[in-house]
Nanobody
């Protein structure tokens, strides 16, 4: 039974930083793509960043230069370091995993496993 558990959400002022973690369990190996998605209030879930099993990363344009995705395969944990946060970053953040290729263009329907989400609120 694969489980993804996010942690690290919270409230912060504009310009602040937060670090999210996603702990994966039940994976038989590390050859899977992991990603962060987010869902702002009243909007659809959107891609934020992806990291392949080899560490290759991709980002959506709106977070480039501010967010950093990483993973530690020995700990089966993925991270999202978020700096220079803006009010438009306010959303429920989800971690996701899929077996196979990894690309920022892959939408939510292509991911097999999801965490429960963690809320990020950025106030101005």
């Amino acid at each position: 039974q694969v489980q993804l558990v996010e942690s690290g959400g919270g409230s912060v002022q504009t310009g602040g930083s937060l670090r999210l973690s996603c702990a994966a369990s039940g994976m038989t190996d590390t050859s899977y793509c992991m990603a962060w998605f987010r869902q702002p209030p009243g909007r659809e879930r959107e891609r934020v960043a992806t990291v392949g099993h080899n560490g290759y990363t991709e980002y959506t344009d709106s977070v480039k230069g501010r967010f950093t995705i990483s993973r530690d395969n020995t700990l089966n944990t993925m991270y999202l370091q978020m700096n220079s946060l803006k009010p438009e970053d306010t959303a429920m953040y989800y971690c996701a995993a899929r077996f196979g290729g990894c690309s920022i263009i892959y939408g939510a329907t292509l991911y097999n496993f999801w965490g429960q989400g963690t809320q990020i609120t950025v106030s101005s």
